[in-house]
Antibody
Framework: EVQVVESGGGSVQRGGSLRLSCTASGFTFGSYDMNWVRQAPGKGLEWVSSISGSGSSTYYADSVKGRFTISRDNSKNTLYLQMNSLRAEDTAVYYC?????????????WGQGTLVTVSS | DIQMTQSPSSLSASVGDRVTITCRASQGISSSLAWFQQKPGKAPKSLIYAASSLQSGVPSKFSGSRSGTDFTLTISSLQPEDFATYYCQQYNSYPLTFGGGTKVEIK
């Protein structure tokens, strides 16, 4: 059974840093692109970042470029999102989502999400 | 960036009704369009990919179609478990973009 489980969320002050993790199981992790999508309280879905299966290609939303870094450790079946210089508008539930294949932004399985709260 | 305009933003319907939600892309995206269902406090669930292909395990009352840059999600007979918010998403190019969502409520 495919599973992705996020962790690492919490409360942080504006300007602070946080690292999210997403542990995957039930599929050959390194063969699939992975993604982060967030949802601010009461709002819609916003794509944040994607990474290729090998980790050689990364993509970012303009709203996080230069502040967030996506990475992966295929030996640990784990995806990461390093978030620096956090702003109040980064407050959201962050979801990890698996792509249906390599080189694809089509998402199939999602984790349950982890809440990040940035306070001033 | 490709903008996804989803309509309506909300609708009220009764059990048994046929419901249609539309998503329009600001430029051509081929059939690179997915639909998701999200219930309160839960993660989104994939319903349809490639505009009209049903995800495994998703009931056939859900269907998707494409006409140019217009995409439609149809629920043939609304059931209580279908009351949720629905999102479209294009994956033709980065940045990936979502529609604003359609909240389906009970009339």
């Amino acid at each position: 059974e495919v599973q992705v489980v996020e962790s690492g969320g919490g409360s942080v002050q504006r300007g602070g840093s946080l690292r999210l993790s997403c542990t995957a199981s039930g599929f050959t992790f390194g063969s699939y692109d992975m993604n982060w999508v967030r949802q601010a309280p009461g709002k819609g879905l916003e794509w944040v970042s994607s990474i290729s299966g090998s980790g050689s290609s990364t993509y970012y939303a303009d709203s996080v470029k230069g502040r967030f870094t996506i990475s992966r450790d295929n030996s640990k079946n784990t995806l990461y999102l390093q978030m620096n210089s956090l702003r109040a508008e980064d407050t959201a539930v962050y979801y990890c989502a698996k792509s249906v294949t390599y080189n694809s932004g089509c998402l199939d399985y999602w984790g349950q999400g982890t809440l990040v709260t940035v306070s001033s | 960036d490709i903008q996804m305009t989803q309509s309506p933003s909300s609708l009220s319907a009764s059990v048994g009704d046929r419901v249609t939600i539309t998503c329009r892309a600001s430029q051509g995206i081929s059939s690179s369009l997915a639909w998701f269902q999200q219930k309160p406090g839960k993660a989104p669930k994939s319903l349809i990919y490639a505009a009209s292909s049903l995800q495994s395990g998703v009931p056939s009352k859900f269907s998707g179609s494409r006409s140019g840059t217009d995409f439609t999600l149809t629920i043939s007979s609304l059931q209580p478990e279908d009351f949720a918010t629905y999102y479209c998403q294009q994956y033709n190019s980065y940045p990936l973009t979502f529609g604003g969502g359609t909240k389906v409520e009970i009339k």
